[in-house]
C-alpha cells in the first residue's frame, strides 16, 4: 500500500522552520540602524511565529517519539513472550494466540480477566470475519457496549487493587462479605477514574474526555438505536481503544500477581493482532507515526509483513507499525521475497556506503520516491544494511 504525498502545504521539520526564521531575521538590519519598518518589524513576527511552530512540533514529535518508542518495546516484549509459550507468529508478523473459549459454567472471571474477556470481544467485533468481510451496524453496537464495559471494569479492577472499597459507590459502606457477594452499588467509571487520580495511580491524558463521548454515544445507541453513522461509532470508539491499552499495559497489568498477568500478557497479543486489522484504528496510528517517518523518507520502505510504508531501515531495521524488525541480510530476502515477489535475483552487489554484499537489492522503491499521484515510482538500488543508495555497476 503506497500513500503518497497529501495535496496540502509541504510537511515542514523543525529545523526548516528555524532556517526560514533567520532567513527572515537576516532581512532586517540591526536596531542601530534605525527605525524599523513595517515590513522589517512583519518579518521580526513572523519568524518569532515560526520558531514557535517549531517549538510546538519539536515537543509533540518528542512526545510521538516516546509513545512509539513504548511501542517498540512492547512489541517486543510480547514477542518474547510468545517464544517462551511457543505461539507461532502470524503473516501480521504478531504472535498468533487466540483466548481459550471460557466454560459457561465460569463466570468468577477475576475483574482484570474480566476487562480483557470484554476487550477481546471488542476486538472480535471491530476486525473482519472469516470470510473477511467487514464489520456491520450490530458489530459496531457490540463493539461500542463492550468497550465501555471493558473500560469500566479495567478502572475497577485496578482501584480494587488500591482499596476493594473504593469500588463501591459509598467506600465504607460495605462489609467484605457483601462485597464478595456482590450486594453493593459500584461507583462508575467516570468516578473511578476520579479516584484513581486522587490515589496518584498514573492515568493516561485525555483518557477521561474519551470515555464521556464514548458514554455518550452509548447512551444514545441504548436509548434510540444505531442509527449514528459508522464514522461517529469508530471516531469514538478508536481514542478510548487507544488509551484503555495505554492503560492495561502501563498501570494495569503490572500490578496483577501471577497467574493473572501471565494470562492477561496472553490476552495482549490477541488484542494486539487485532489492533492491526481495524481499519480506523490502523488510520489513527499512520497518522501519529507520520511525522516520525516525514524525516526518514530516503530509509523508509514498504514493510513485507504490514504493507504499511512504515519500516525504516538502519542498523537494526524496523517497522514502526507493525513493529517487526530484522536483521539487514534476512530484511533483504524477504523484501525480494515478498514486494517483489521473489522475481528477478535477489540481493547483488556490494555497497558502496558500506561495503556489505548480502544487503544490497535493485529496484527498491523508497517512500523519498513515491510521486504526487501514486502512480508513478522511481526506484533505486538500495542497502538493507546502511539505507544508502548505490550507484548501479
Ligand atoms: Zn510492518
Ligand atoms: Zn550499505
Redo the contacts with the bound molecule.
Sequence with gaps: MHDGEDNGPAFQTPEQLRARAIELETRVPPATAGPRTDDERMFLEKAAALRADADRLEEEQQAIFAANERELRLMAADARTAQREGIPFDHY?TPAWLPEKVPDAALDFPPAANALDYLVSVIDHLTPDEIGDPPGPRDHKYALLHLDAAVETALKARLELHDWQQVCKEPGSVTRQDFEAGRFKSCDAKEAGKRLRKFNVPYPDGFSAAITRLGELRNRLQHFGANGARSDVEAAIVPVLDLLVVFLDDVLLPALGEPDRATAHRHMLHIRAGLNRIDSYTAARLKRLAPELAGVKDRTVE?P????D??IVGITAG?R????GWPPEELAVEYHDIIHSGIGAGPRGTCTGCGRSDTVMPHVTRIADLRNDNQFHDSVTFCFACAASVPDE
Aim: proline fraction near 0%; glycine fraction near 8%; charged fraction near 15%.
Design positions: 508478523g514493510c509483513r504490514c504493507h504499511q512504515t519500516l517497522c507499525f507493525c513493529r517487526s
